[in-house]
């Protein structure tokens, strides 16, 4: 189950990770480097990921367990977090 305040924490999360990819999106797209590309899907698929559990409680309360949802959020973390070491390392 999910509380009110994972809830909101959850929203506020998606919302400045989303203005931060918006900043490196922005970046890219005047730089053409692709590397801040990179880094801004990287991000997107790392935000998305470390709320995956919190939006799993809210939207599927009976389809999912909760130690299913941390193992999904992890799954998906992880090659977030490659795609960011990738474009630092390129």
Do not use: C, R, W
Not at 34 to 59: E, H, P, Q, V
Not at 66 to 82: H, N, R
């Amino acid at each position: 189950m999910v509380t009110n305040l994972e809830a909101i924490l959850a929203v506020i999360v998606y919302l400045l990770g989303g203005t931060f990819i918006i900043y490196v999106y922005e970046a890219y797209h005047k730089t053409h480097q692709k590397n801040l590309l990179y880094l801004a899907i990287g991000m997107f698929i790392m935000i998305f990921g470390s709320n995956f559990d919190t939006l799993a409680g809210i939207i599927m309360v009976e389809q999912i367990s909760v130690e299913s949802s941390k193992v999904i959020a992890l799954g998906i973390e992880i090659p977030g977090i490659l795609i960011i070491l990738y474009s630092a390392i390129k």
